[in-house]
């Protein structure tokens, strides 16, 4: 089969917002629905709040690893395009899906296994469990609803995954107001309300992507109709995202530590992990906006071969993250007031712990959107070595650094964010440091 040619990326910051905003319309509509959730559930009980935030963090854990394996789908997506190879996109895609389903006969026991340890003697623990195992039972749509945006991402066709998402979410909303906190003769299900919201709408998002990816226009193009399940290629196609796969466990692993450290001490440290972990929960709608957009870039430059691009792509991004930054700053830096008030009307804090919390929110969420940067490098450049690298750093910078500023020097609770921001900031340093050493192996191979 021949090539395809396709137009080729310069990296400027007019092809960056091209794909950036659909992306962002997605990844917001997505961060939307965890903090109207938590939102809605605050209303319901505080209790209910505390108990969904936690057993996010602690399904994360595999949930985060499998987007993470199959989002590198993205990747030689858009490079196989760069590179007018589209004849190899559909078999390689439907191996992801195989994983996704897969996947099940490893995520439930080990989150079966964890959740019993993670949740023991904690303040939530007779609460949590039935919210956490539904959680759990529905950890393969994750993938799944990731691989399928993947085979549109990739090639930079964002406008149909951004309205199958909108109106996903949409209907995640209006299930979760009604189940959550009830509606007319339908009874108030509290956190129950949150989980058959998510299953519905998550569920339907994946069934129409499926059988788009399966029409006819696609099985001539990208070969779509190839869905046998090849263990070759199915190594081929996980390996790339394993090593960045057991990134995630440990960075999940050691936030759900951290976490832990913070929710078994219960009182003012478990509502202010909470408060803040709901909009901790939303806010990377942008970074992995940014991360998405640039690795879908990275990707075709690096394909097409216009390495001469690299450093143009990056400037681009380096905009965005600082725009983004600084309009996040205005609602948590000048009006955190507010913010509690209308967010968490039911709960209370002083100006000064108010201002405390969430400038910390504030500066975790800087640094760790600016690190989502150079990530997106080391993804195109496929360094899942490094990636697999800073898994092990996150427990040395991240939560030997929260042990020790938590029980040993015993920081009061509102100041856990503004510490926390330490953690990401060194990431930040490293991953930018691994993207530059990348760019110079690259050219210093070009020139010899």
């Known amino acids: 089969m021949s090539n395809v040619a396709t137009p080729q990326i310069s990296g400027s910051y007019r092809e960056l917002l091209k794909l950036f905003f659909p992306i962002l319309a997605m990844t917001f509509s997505n961060g939307l629905f965890l903090l ?31 987007i993470a394996l199959v989002m590198m789908a993205q990747v030689y997506v858009g490079r196989w395009v760069g590179a007018g190879e589209l004849h190899r ?9 195989w994983f996704s389903f897969l996947s099940m006969l490893v995520t439930v026991p080990f989150n079966i296994i964890y959740g019993y340890f993670y949740f023991r003697d904690t303040a939530i623990a007779s609460n949590v469990m039935p919210y956490y195992y539904c959680l759990v039972a529905m950890n393969f749509l994750f993938p799944l609803a990731a691989t399928l945006s993947s085979f549109y991402l990739g090639q930079g066709k964002t406008r149909f995954v951004l309205w199958a998402t909108i109106i996903a979410q949409g209907i995640k909303l209006i299930f979760a107001y009604i189940l959550i906190l009830g509606w007319g003769k339908i009874p108030a299900y509290g ?54 796969a057991m990134n995630r466990i440990l960075s999940t692993t050691c936030w759900a530590s951290i976490a832990h450290l913070m929710s078994s001490k219960g009182g003012d440290s478990l509502l202010i992990l909470s408060l803040g972990g709901s909009l901790s929960l939303f806010l990377p709608f942008l970074s992995d906006a940014i991360c998405q957009a640039q690795a879908t870039i990275v990707s075709n430059i690096l394909g097409a071969k216009n390495y001469q691009f690299l450093g143009k792509a990056f400037n681009s991004g380096l905009v965005l993250v600082l725009v983004a930054v600084g309009l996040m700053g205005i609602p948590l830096l000048f009006f955190p007031e507010h913010l509690l008030y209308y967010l968490f009307p039911t709960v209370v804090l ?29 993804l195109a450049f496929k360094d899942t070595k490094f990636s697999l690298f800073m898994g092990f750093v996150n427990w040395i910078n991240g939560f030997a650094l929260m042990y020790v500023a938590i029980d040993i020097v015993q920081i009061e609770a509102r100041h856990f964010w503004l510490v926390l921001s330490i953690m990401h900031a060194t990431n930040a340093l490293c991953y930018l440091l691994r993207m530059r050493w990348l760019q110079s192996k690259l050219f210093v191979q070009l020139s010899t």
């Open 36 to 66: 109207v959730e938590k939102l809605l559930l605050a209303r319901y009980s505080i209790e209910a709040m505390e108990v969904a935030v936690n057993a996010a963090y602690a399904s994360q854990i595999t949930q985060a690893a499998c």
């Open 191 to 244: 956190l129950m309300g949150g989980v058959i919201s998510t299953f519905i709408a998550q569920a339907g998002f994946c069934i129409v992507l499926f059988c788009v990816f399966l029409n006819k226009k696609h099985s001539l193009l990208y070969n779509t109709h190839e869905w046998k399940f090849d263990l070759k290629l199915f190594k081929e196609c996980i390996h790339p995202g394993f090593l960045r």
């Open 350 to 378: 002083d100006k000064a712990t108010t201002y405390i919390v969430f400038f910390g929110v504030w500066a975790s969420f800087a640094f760790f959107t600016f690190s989502f940067l150079p990530i997106s490098y080391i």
């Open 89 to 97: 996109i559909g078999h390689a895609i439907w191996q992801l899906i």
